[in-house]
Every structure is written in structure tokens, then in C-alpha cells.
């Protein structure tokens, strides 16, 4: 286990709807980055967050927000849900941003949109 | 458990015999690159990764190749066990974020 847990691991929401997602890093971890993966697909990158600051985005909307907390833990936020956000939501916590090989995935959250 | 991906290009190998999976990448600029396993209702794992100004790199019973000649990345995974059954990706990356490939599924039969 990485020691990177995710809640929660499933859940449905109907299209309009708005989701929080949950992340707790590793223990010492101060960076977290947020994947989408669609089904039969690749993880896409949405959004690192460093020390409480976005620190960098990949092609994803603005309704697609989050934060981290002093402890490091982080929310990804969607809101008006498409029925193509239905995906496997991943994060990776890693230690000031090193390179992106020392980070660790969580199981990930499935979203289902109807 | 849930299905990483139902499309995948699949390789069927032997157990006992060795695997090779490949992957293209596209950006020469990218640092390292890295290889993932992902099995069912679980989060990729970290295989082996390898720096771009290296050519090969050995881990236990797993070795990436990397041809940046022709921008190409190989998995050789020796003696293949069924605990080896996964999708696997190539990732590439600078310092933030990781840029997949779409994964090969890799089926070991008994």
C-alpha cells in the first residue's frame, strides 16, 4: 500500500450535480496532483497542488477546482457534472514537487454520471 | 474489481516466459521516463523508471530500454508470473505532471 487513501471509492451523481473528491497524501508528502482516467485510457493530469497553491494545470476546465489543506490533503472539486467527467479519479502525493517518478497513487474514486 | 480498460491492445504471454511491451512517446523534452502497473480497482505502481540521457536500466526482473532516436520505450519483464497480469503504461514527464500512454494489457497464462 502507498499509504495515499481516496474517498470515497464510489459513487454516483447525476448530470448538473456537483462532487467533492477526497485525498489524504503520505505521510511527509507536501504535493499533490489530481489524474482523471477515463475507461480504456491513460491517466490525464488536471491540476498539482504545492504547499496550498496550484502549481501547475493540464487541459481541464474551470469548473473543475480544488484545494489542499494545511495537512496536506486535498479536495478536487466538479462542478455541472458532464456525463464524460465519469471517470477514475486519481491522486498522486509526492515531496516538493521531485520529480514526478517519486510519486505514489491512491486507489482512486470512481464517478459515474447519469 | 472495476476494469482499468476494456480496449486495450492486450499481450498474451506464457507464464515462465518473458515480456516485452513497447510504447511510443512524443515529447523528446520530457526528463524521465517511466513505466506503471496497474491492476484492477487499484492505483498505478511505480515499475522502473529511466532518465532521458540513459539508454538502459535494470531492476529486478524487469528492464526498460529507451530509444530516443526514434522517441521509443520498451518493457522487458523476465520470467513472467501470473501476479505480472495488469495493464501497464508508459509515462513521461519533467517535474509536475505525468503524461501517459494509453497502457497494454498483459495477460500471463498458466
Known amino acids: 500500500e502507498t499509504g495515499v487513501t481516496q474517498s470515497p471509492t464510489h459513487l454516483i451523481k447525476t448530470r448538473g450535480q456537483q462532487v467533492t473528491l477526497r485525498c489524504s497524501s503520505q505521510?511527509?508528502?507536501?504535493?499533490v496532483s489530481w489524474y482523471q482516467q477515463a475507461l480504456g485510457q491513460g491517466p490525464q493530469f488536471i491540476f498539482q497542488?504545492?504547499?496550498?497553491?496550484?502549481?501547475g494545470r493540464g487541459n481541464f476546465p474551470p469548473r473543475f477546482s480544488g484545494l489542499q489543506f494545511p495537512n496536506y490533503s486535498s479536495e478536487l472539486n466538479v462542478n455541472a457534472l458532464e456525463l464524460d467527467d465519469s471517470a477514475l479519479y486519481l491522486c498522486?502525493?509526492?515531496?516538493?514537487?521531485?520529480?514526478?517518478?517519486?510519486?505514489?497513487f491512491g486507489q482512486g474514486t470512481r464517478l459515474t454520471v447519469v | 474489481g472495476e476494469s482499468v480498460g476494456l480496449h486495450l491492445p492486450t499481450l498474451s504471454v506464457q507464464e515462465g516466459d518473458n515480456s516485452i511491451i513497447n510504447c511510443a512517446y512524443s515529447n523528446s523534452a520530457s526528463d524521465y521516463f517511466i513505466w506503471y502497473k496497474q491492476e484492477s480497482g487499484k492505483g498505478p505502481q511505480f515499475i522502473i523508471d529511466i532518465r532521458s540521457n540513459m539508454d538502459k536500466r535494470q531492476g529486478q526482473r524487469v528492464t526498460v530500454l529507451l530509444n530516443k532516436t526514434v522517441k521509443h520505450l520498451s518493457l522487458q519483464i523476465a520470467a513472467t508470473q501470473p501476479g505480472d497480469s495488469a495493464v501497464y503504461f508508459c509515462a513521461e514527464t519533467g517535474r509536475r505532471a505525468l503524461t501517459f500512454g494509453s497502457g497494454t494489457r498483459l495477460q500471463v497464462q498458466p
Open positions: 498522486a502525493s509526492s515531496l516538493n514537487m521531485v520529480r514526478s517518478t517519486e510519486a505514489f
Open positions: 497542488y504545492y504547499r496550498e497553491e496550484e502549481n
Open positions: 505521510s511527509g508528502h507536501n504535493t
